[in-house]
């Protein structure tokens, strides 16, 4: 497996969590207030979509561009019958899609994979003067949860020198002014908490989903982490999960 191949992950990558409803209904309302418009929105690096349903669930729509045809194809598959999205494949550096077409990009838990300066000229071309992009991630928020801070202490056992290469708990706002500067202004933060129940099956699957972790731990170190997390686990049925969607909103200089 190689960082940023989601391939063969696709099928346990629909089990990942979705982002805080909340903050995008917060961050849709201010868009919409400033354009005083009804959205296209472009979920780019859509994956299996994740944060295009949620977009749903607030009542945009729009694209959801996706270069992993594996990962699309599940998003293909979520969104059967729904005309809300339009999946295309494409990419953060050439979406494809047609100049000045959309009021607001977003990139859940994907920024980190693009390389920043094409991204942010193709932002730039796709969006309408004015237009917005938000760059969000989901990363857990173990400090309120005991259980899974012996998880991380675990895994940290097994990858002494692990490095993630975002779970967005690290970003910063000086960080996304550094890759947006000179196209972008007025960058605003916002996160909010909060919390997903599920299966242990699904739980661990999210593991398997993870791409950066399984490199760095090899086959064998992944599957003893799989095995560790299974026994910590033993007398649960259910997980509660704590997360926190953070996200960084920008307007195009256009």
Sequence with gaps: MKHGDFTDLAKFYVDRPGYSITLLRYIAANIQNELKRDLVVADVGAGTGKLTENLEQIGMSGF????????RAEGKKLFLGRDTFEWRDGAAEMTGLPDDSVDWVLMGSSFHWAD??????????????????????????????????????????????MKRVSSGGTVTTEVIHKKLCGAFRDIIFMECMHEETMSKERYINIWRSVNDIQVQAGKEGFQRILDNISNILKDYNEISVPYKSRAWTAQVCK
């Excluded at 959801?64 to 990962?71: G, I, K, L, R």
């Excluded at 920043?116 to 969000?136: D, H, N, Q, S, Y």
């Design 64 to 71: 959801a561009v996706e270069p992993n045809d594996a990962m």
């Design 116 to 161: 920043a300066p094409r991204a942010k000229k193709e932002f730039c071309r796709v969006l309408k003067p004015g237009g917005f992009f938000t760059a969000i991630w989901n990363p857990r928020d173990i400090q309120r949860s005991p259980l899974h801070m012996e998880i991380e202490e675990m895994i940290h056992k097994e990858i002494p020198d």
